[in-house]
């Protein structure tokens, strides 16, 4: 069963940053895709980052290119999110995601980490 876990959530400050991480257990990840996603209060979840676990390649939102990086390791089925320079718009709860390449849908989701920037 394939679980995920997110960790490195908290408080910062406007112009700071943060590392989220998510951990990756139950099966073998090279033939996947791995995300993060973020939902803030009032809003729909919407995509932020994906990197292919076979050969890292990456992709990002537009509000977020040139800011945030997303990395995998995988030695230690790690999953990471660099986020800097973080704006108040930021603020959400970031969850990371899982599909099989060639599918469309993520559906793996960790139980998500709280990010808030204040101004």
């Known amino acids: 069963q394939v679980q995920l876990v997110e960790s490195g959530g908290g408080l910062v400050q406007a112009g700071g940053s943060l590392r989220l991480s998510c951990a990756a257990s139950?099966?073998?990840?090279?033939?996947?895709?791995m995300a993060w996603f973020r939902q803030a209060p009032g809003k729909e979840r919407e995509f932020v980052a994906e990197?292919?676990?076979?050969?890292?390649?990456?992709a990002y939102a537009d509000s977020v290119k040139g800011r945030f990086t997303i990395s995998r390791d995988n030695a230690e089925n790690t999953v990471y999110l660099q986020m800097n320079s973080l704006k108040p718009e930021d603020t959400a709860v970031y969850y990371c995601?899982?599909?099989?390449?060639?599918?469309?849908?993520?559906?793996?989701w960790g139980q998500g980490t709280q990010v808030t920037v204040s101004s």
């Open positions: 995601a899982a599909r099989r390449i060639r599918t469309t849908g993520y559906n793996y």
């Open positions: 139950g099966r073998t990840f090279i033939s996947y895709m």
């Open positions: 990197v292919s676990w076979t050969n890292g390649n990456t």
